[in-house]
């Protein structure tokens, strides 16, 4: 029964590729070789999972398998889904089966079959393509699974003790004889006659590579120094790039001189089977130690970068000692760990051997840790703007003083492993944070030299979005430090491009990047429409600066959701199933928001209605200004004091607003003036029409009027008004005609009063009894209360009241 069930998916799995009925045999049978090979594979990997057995290379080297078969089955659930979407079209077009005893016509029955048939024949091999993924995504996380579970149970494994005495001589033994089996293999090697020959034969090949080797050893920072002299020749210097790229010159030649010297070494062929495994890794531990040491260099030697405080040079020396030691520990380690694979010892001598180099670690870690400056006062701009770093530092402190006291602990308690992945991960994850900081800087300065900004670069916003997408980049790298597989990453990365789902749309990587990339194109293409009519087309009509505004605000909006809408089309999102939430959120945001869509709502009706507009001289709750500019949520009038107010636009809908220029900048000036009584106001009258009809604002139609208002406390009162050709000059006007008024009616001998009162005194003779009292000494003066009408004539601003009486 199994073996029809595998028959009848081979079958089906030929037309996986879209071969159904006319391909060759030979193409078939390579097919069905194929789908056999798979169906043995999985088959095996359950056994294997089954057992728990296999070593965790040979599951790795099984995962890898099952991993391209999945890749392929993922490519064949999507293909022809273009001709089935245009199959199920042709379907629905002919309209639904009829029921019942109801036939259909003949043809298009036929038609009905022969769609049907094409459609069922490319979505069979898709959904078994789709079970073939299923299975091998399954087996994939059973293989994930054992493993994480070893990792772990290895992690927490207690091993012996390293500060048992019992074990020290037979860890030295095993370290002496690993040394003299090393000398021996070399020995050996080279006193035989092959290798002596392959000497001689490549003599000339290891002579240059030595020579070249010795060259950039010596001269590798002297050359680099000289380097840097001919780039600063473009420009640039000041900036720091050019002493990064030499920093970099100064680690790179010299280990391209070791990688030239373990070549030549590896030529002579003197190196056994320790020797060469133990010369292939001196390329990498000389990188180790350079890319440390210029660590140290780069990150307290150039500057105060930000968030680290100037150290003294005693400091920095020390300190650069110590990050050195550090990549010595961590080539050690490395040492350690090749030293177990080659000689196969035994748990105890691994103890042994790792003790000293984790307590050396752990130790260094803590004296990094201690070392800060107390010298001078802290920079406090500085610290404000590096405050987030300066916390950054201090989580790190934390955290070193923390793994620096458990390593050694754990470690003396029989948990190497534990011991050693922790603290050796925390000095990679120390470097490769210092490592972050300088390209950050470098990338700053860069972009500093570009735009002229200079060091005022490393505080804009382009070295924020740096540093967080080398934050970003940085983290699968802090993770494979940490104990992570390569293999756990590429498998969350797969299903991170497979997207996931959000309310039924299934949201990837590819499609949202696509969405972001159709929407700032569109965007983009708004705001060059905008700056296109704004600046070149609109200016050239008949149009108001308000109809501008508000065309130029609605094409804004327009291209906005057009935008929006295409980039959701292109990316493929399909909303349909989020109808029913965004029904359950318009109600929430009706009542949440219900201001701000108010406001939003009035906004699109001032930009159609425009009972204002941009430019109009509008006086709203008391405030009077220029309106300047018109948004969705609110508008802005700039006062005549300079200050900007802004006004929610429900406010100019629902209330009350005082257009002066609305439609035109027709406005009239209302100029009042006072007389002394007894003057001839027919020549009154006619001096102020002359002033009002000589000023070039005033319109001659409608003409301007002189009115006699009436009689007033102190004075004749009289009003000039007059219609302006433009509002927005009503108080030059109103201070012009001042002027003339006051230059008119002096030539005229006309008198303009000002407010005049007579004081009357009840009884002076009490006040002048008062006074003689206080110029006679030898009379005492009697205490006696003042009633309040006989008290000193102190005048206040309520004494000048026009409606007061005439006596005090």
Known sequence: MLAQVRLFLILFFLCLVGFAGGADAQLSNRQSEYYQGWLKTADRAEDVIEANRASDAALENLRSEINSYR???????????????????????????????????????????????QLNSLRVPRIISEEAYSRANG??????????????????????????????????????????????????????????????????AIFVLLALSAVLLIFGKKWSERGGEYLRLWGGSGTGVWSFVISLLRILLPWIGVLAAVTAISLTGVTGLRG????????????????????????????????????????????????????VMLILHELALLFERIENISDATRAVVSFPVIVATALLLLRIRQIRTTDGPPDQSASTRAAGFSQLVEFLRRALFLLGIASPILAIFGYTNAAEAIVFPAVKTLVLIGALVILQ??????????????????????????????????????????????????????????????????????????????????????????????????????????????IVAGSGYVGIFLAALVAIMVAGFDLSSLAIVAGALSVGIGFGLQTIVSNFVSGIILLVERPISKGDWIDVNGMMGYVRDISVRSTRIETFDRTDVIVPNSDLISGVVTNYTRGNTIGRVIVPVGVAYGTDTRQVETILGEIANNHPMVLANPAPSVVFQGFGADSLDFEIRAILRDVNWVLSVKSDMNHEINRRFSDAGIEIPFAQRDIWLRNPEALQADVKDQRDPAKPVESKPEAPSEKSADLTEADLDPDAGDEV
């Open 71 to 117: 890749d392929d089955f993922n490519r064949a659930r999507s293909a022809n889904t273009d001709r089935i979407s245009t199959l199920d079209s042709q379907i629905n077009a002919l309209g639904p089966k009829p029921e019942g005893d109801a036939t259909e016509p003949e043809d298009i029955a036929t038609l009905r079959a022969h769609l049907e048939k």
């Open 276 to 327: 060469s495994l133990l010369l292939q890794n001196i390329p990498y531990w000389a990188g180790i130690i350079l890319f440390y040491d210029w660590i140290g260099r780069q990150v307290y030697v150039i500057g105060a970068s930000q968030g680290f405080k100037r150290l003294s040079a005693a400091k920095i020396r020390e300190l650069r000692l110590y990050i050195d030691l550090l990549a």
């Open 441 to 550: 800087r470098f990338i700053s300065q860069i972009y500093g030299w570009i735009t002229g900004q200079g060091d005022a670069a490393r505080e804009s916003l382009f070295a924020v979005l740096v540093g967080f997408a080398l934050a970003i980049i940085a983290l699968p790298i802090l993770a494979i430090y940490w104990g992570a597989r390569e293999t756990d990453l590429l498998e969350a990365w797969s299903r991170l491009l497979l997207g996931f789902d959000v309310g039924g749309v299934t949201i990837s990587p590819t499609n949202f990047l696509t969405f972001v990339a159709v929407f700032a194109i569109g965007y983009a293409l708004t705001r060059l429409l905008q700056s296109g009519l704004r600046n070149s087309l609109l200016p050239k009509t008949k149009i108001d600066p308000g109809g501008q505004n508000a």
């Open 139 to 204: 087996l994939i996380s059973e293989i994930d699974q054992i493993l994480r579970t070893r990792q772990t149970k290895e992690f927490f494994e207690q091993g012996p003790s390293p500060i048992n005495p019992a074990y020290w001589g037979p860890a030295w033994v095993d370290v002496k004889e690993a040394i003299q089996s090393l000398g021996n293999e070399t020995i050996t090697n080279f006193r035989s006659d092959v290798v002596r020959e392959q000497i001689r034969d490549r003599g000339l």
